[in-house]
């Protein structure tokens, strides 16, 4: 399967300051990566879809000035929250699903971030 | 997509095999059953999926019934390291189709 690559793994920040997490995929080029928010002890959120090149397609209530999705490139894409606050605090985990392939998505090990 | 319920949890003996259902009753004839799992703190991992047929490769075996509005993943030899949060999760194929996560079943692997 394919290797995704997710940095920091970690990140502590002060409230009001702007977290950049960075989602590689490591072995083919991903033209579709996927981010996904998961609070404790819930299941996967869909936060938005980033396609390389375009504009990336946030689900119905993630604000697209808070996060915003960069997939410059086949193999990054970069989730930005700005201007975080604790409610922010969360587990941020990105996926990869390349041309050709049937479906299967393959993630990162996740990022977990912590406002203070 | 159509949507999936599992139980919450189940648990089974170290080396027995676990057979951790999912219904789909509302399944459509292009949507594929998904599997992964998560464990604790980590990204979720793919398993295994299929359409109609039944698949197996290393991790694990899953069988669909007749009618797809069901499927069991069986994983034949169940380790500690198999605990975890199971997602059976149904959608169409292709590079950009997104899985919606629902709540999973939370398997536990008792010594």
């Known amino acids: 399967g394919a290797v995704v690559s997710q940095h920091p793994s970690w990140v502590i920040c002060k409230s009001g300051t702007s977290v950049k997490i960075e989602c590689r995929s490591l072995?083919?080029?991903?033209?579709?990566m996927f981010w996904y928010r998961q609070f404790p002890k819930q299941s996967l959120m869909l936060m938005a879809t980033?396609?390389?090149?375009?504009?990336?397609?946030?689900e119905q209530g993630v604000e697209k000035d808070k996060f915003l999705i960069n997939h410059a490139s086949l193999t990054l894409s970069t989730l930005t929250v700005t201007s975080a606050h604790p409610e922010d605090s969360s587990f941020y985990i990105c996926?990869?699903?390349?041309?050709?392939?049937?479906?299967?998505?393959?993630f990162g090990e996740g990022s977990r971030l912590t406002v203070l | 997509d159509a949507k999936t319920t599992q139980p919450p949890s189940m648990d089974c003996a170290e080396g027995r095999a676990a057979n951790l259902p999912c219904n789909h009753s509302t399944i459509s004839g292009n949507e594929y059953v998904y599997w992964y799992r998560q464990i604790h703190s980590q990204g979720p991992q793919y398993i295994i999926h299929g359409l109609k047929n039944n698949e197996t490769n290393e991790m694990a075996s899953l069988i669909i019934t007749e009618d797809r509005k069901s499927s069991t993943l069986i994983l034949p030899h169940a380790t500690l390291r198999d605990t975890a949060v199971y997602y059976c999760?149904?959608?169409?194929?292709?590079?950009?189709?997104?899985?919606?996560f629902g709540k999973g079943i939370t398997l536990s692997v008792r010594p």
């Open positions: 980033s396609n390389e090149g375009s504009k990336a397609t946030y």
């Open positions: 072995d083919f080029q991903a033209t579709t």
């Open positions: 999760i149904v959608s169409i194929t292709g590079a950009n189709s997104k899985l919606t």
């Open positions: 996926s990869v699903s390349g041309r050709g392939r049937t479906g299967e998505l393959f």
